[in-house]
């Protein structure tokens, strides 16, 4: 089966602007997850959907981070304006469900904000 | 307020002998475990789960396992191989916490 793809695989921008990634989940997976992974951390949850609708964005924030995932597949990440200490590694994963299906990542897109 | 540590941030073994990278978690209503590994490059890739119900899970050369009065669990690997050298994230979920919670990972690297 195809994996979890993301694009783009690297981003650099200048503070202030704003940048996108997408993601592309593994076919018939209900549940998409956006993560981000600064260096020398673990993967910090951002938002999380269940097809089309999210079932937790506590810890995004929300003033400079929105995402959607529109007809229940593919979803975008938007950060605007960026930060500095936005750098970091952001992975899409998705599952079967909400349980304790075993999440599958993409490959990551890496920030720089510089 | 880590929920979940990985105490060690690196780890090195000798070819053939056996890797134990070890987990450490303080909320009580976890009741599912996994580890994760990753590559550089790449994304974390599921290798093993357990069950708070179970105390030790197998799967080849790894097995996991869990202590749970002591919150605790670890991941054998035997026999070790260089193949097996990339970032090792323990992670947990349960209770009121819906989502994976993530440690910071141990990188294991495998001489040979």
């Known amino acids: 089966e195809a994996g979890v793809a993301q694009s783009p695989r690297y981003k650099i921008i200048e503070k202030r602007q704003s940048v996108a990634f997408w993601c592309n989940p593994i076919?018939?997976?209900?549940?998409l997850y956006w993560y981000q992974q600064i260096l020398g951390q673990g993967p910090k949850l951002l938002i999380q959907?269940?097809?089309?609708?999210?079932?937790?964005d506590s810890q995004l924030p929300k003033d400079r981070f929105s995402a959607e995932r529109l007809k229940g597949v593919d979803s975008t990440l938007k950060i605007q304006p960026a930060k500095l200490e936005d750098s970091a590694v952001y992975l899409c994963?998705?599952?079967?469900?909400?349980?304790?299906?075993?999440?599958?990542f993409g490959n990551g897109t890496r920030l720089t904000v510089t | 307020d880590q929920q979940v540590k990985q105490n060690s941030p690196s780890l090195s073994v000798q070819e053939g002998r056996i890797s134990i990278l070890n987990c450490d978690y303080t909320?009580?209503?976890?009741?599912?475990f996994l580890w994760y590994k990753k590559y550089p490059a790449e994304g974390p890739t599921f290798l093993i789960s357990?069950?708070?119900?179970?105390d030790k899970n197998e799967d080849g050369r790894f097995t996991v396992f869990l202590n749970k009065s002591a919150k605790h669990l670890s991941l054998h690997i035997v026999p070790s191989q260089p193949g097996d050298s990339a970032v090792y994230f323990c992670?947990?979920?349960?209770?009121?916490?819906?989502?994976?919670?993530f440690g910071k990972g141990t990188k294991l690297s495998v001489k040979p």
């Open positions: 994963a998705s599952s079967m469900d909400r349980g304790h299906s075993p999440l599958h």
């Open positions: 076919s018939g997976h209900a549940t």
């Open positions: 959907f269940q097809n089309n609708g999210v079932v937790d």
């Open positions: 909320n009580s209503m976890f009741d599912y």
């Open positions: 357990i069950s708070s119900i179970k």
């Open positions: 992670a947990a979920i349960g209770g009121s916490q819906g989502n994976l919670i």
